[in-house]
């Protein structure tokens, strides 16, 4: 009896450790927002046999295939299509992810059907979350190339059903989560309004993005003023703005949002490649790069963005999985279109080409789902997966949910 209560007070300890080192090391990096307020997100796994996901390296096989065609996917965007608008090197889909722990498990598009059967899946979010739906579904399809489908494509709605199994791949393109209107004195970015909504309610899966517009100036920028309440802004600083229109979707998602039906995922910051200093290149960008980086980390550090948005999401009562993407794609400067992109004017180091990444991130969305859905899976022995949770510190106690 005393043996058990022994290990169970060092598990605490161990747990209780983790949790301030975690609070301490993000609570730093939180450094880069100018508000200063603590960064109170957890990530949970398991104390002793855990694996992240997101922390690993890209390995070298030349024997593995992309998962998918490009030529023969139905569902490919034409700014995406690498190959048939003519890079000529292929180097780029001969990387597998590797996190340091496990054995990421193989893309199975028959399991994805099955285990999701009538079930309604949506991303939104940006142009990257278009990336990352045309992946998803030129994955499904390669996996049952009979499986008849229907689509349909809007400029803000679009879907992907595979109608024998009942599985709904939707798209509801948005740049900035929250609203832009119309209004006499222009285009207003309202950071407290979200009307669309509504569309969003329903869904068995929710994988939000956004980040690449809000940092947009000029002629590509698609507003005229901000606002906030009844306080109209020409500009204001980026991040803040950011944080405030994230803030606007969290309080959304829990308002709206039943956890019971409904797994919320929020895709990281996807990163750009434009800037060779980013990884010690000064003279270069994306194009001509032909391998990642090698090792686990970026010269350049984590993009402040992506600490605001796990400050939001730590201060959420519904449970959010963060797909961690961030570093991963910052390693991938070989992954985007650059100047082979089908409907992109000049250099590309945004997006991503297909297959590539977008391929990747959705494996990791793959087992996150089955990880949520009560299913192990193993490296020779018994290695347990839990992605990444956000939930909230409610003073000395804390408030997390595996679904």
């Avoid at 709904?168 to 979200?194: F, M, N, Q």
């Avoid at 991040?239 to 309080?251: D, E, M, R, S, V």
């Avoid at 400067?333 to 991503?352: E, F, I, L, R, V």
């Amino acid at each position: 009896m005393r043996d058990v209560w022994f290990q169970g007070f060092s598990f605490f300890l161990l747990l209780q450790a983790q949790i301030i080192l975690s609070l301490q090391q993000q609570s730093a990096s939180a450094e880069h927002f100018q508000n200063n307020a603590t960064i109170s997100s957890i990530a949970i796994k398991s104390a002793s046999n855990g694996c992240n996901l997101f922390q690993g390296r890209w390995v070298f096989n030349s024997s593995i295939s992309p998962p998918y065609d490009s030529s023969t996917c139905p569902f490919i965007d034409p700014e995406f299509d690498c190959i048939k608008y003519g890079r000529p090197e292929k180097q780029f889909l001969e990387y597998a992810w590797k996190p340091d722990a496990c054995n990421l498990p193989s893309f199975d598009g028959t399991d994805f059907l099955k285990r999701w059967g009538g079930k309604k899946i949506m991303f939104v979010g940006d142009s990257l979350s278009v990336n990352e739906w045309n992946s998803l579904g030129c994955m499904v399809h390669a996996s049952v190339p009979q499986a008849k489908y229907s689509v349909s494509r809007g400029s803000v709605l679009s879907s992907v059903i595979f109608e024998e199994y009942g599985v709904s791949l939707s798209l509801y393109h948005t740049t900035y989560l929250v609203d832009i209107v119309r209004e006499p004195v222009g285009r207003v970015l309202k950071l407290d309004s979200i009307q669309g909504g509504n569309s969003w309610k329903g869904m068995d899966v929710l994988v939000f993005n956004t980040w690449h517009w809000w940092t947009h100036k000029g002629k590509s920028q698609p507003w005229d003023y901000m606002q906030e309440g009844s306080k109209l802004y020409k500009d204001m600083d980026r991040l803040t703005a950011f944080y405030k229109g994230l803030t606007t979707w969290a309080t959304w998602v829990d308002q709206n949002v039943d956890p019971s039906k409904t797994k919320v995922f929020f895709q990281g910051i996807s990163p750009s490649h434009y800037e060779g200093k980013d990884w010690n290149a000064p003279s270069k960008s994306c194009i001509g790069e032909e391998e990642p980086l090698s090792g686990s980390s970026y010269p350049a550090g984590t993009p402040p963005a992506a600490d605001v948005v796990k400050r939001v999401l730590s201060g959420m009562k519904t449970p959010v999985y963060l797909l961690d993407i961030t570093t991963l794609s910052q390693l991938r400067k070989d992954a985007h279109p650059s100047a082979y992109s089908g409907n992109h004017p000049g250099t590309d180091c945004s997006h991503w080409c297909l297959p590539g990444l977008p391929d990747t991130w959705n494996q990791l969305l793959y087992a996150a789902l089955i990880i949520s859905n009560g299913t192990d899976f193993a490296n020779g022995g018994g290695i347990r997966t839990i992605p990444v949770v956000y939930g909230t510190i409610l003073s000395s106690s804390i408030y997390f949910m595996l679904l």
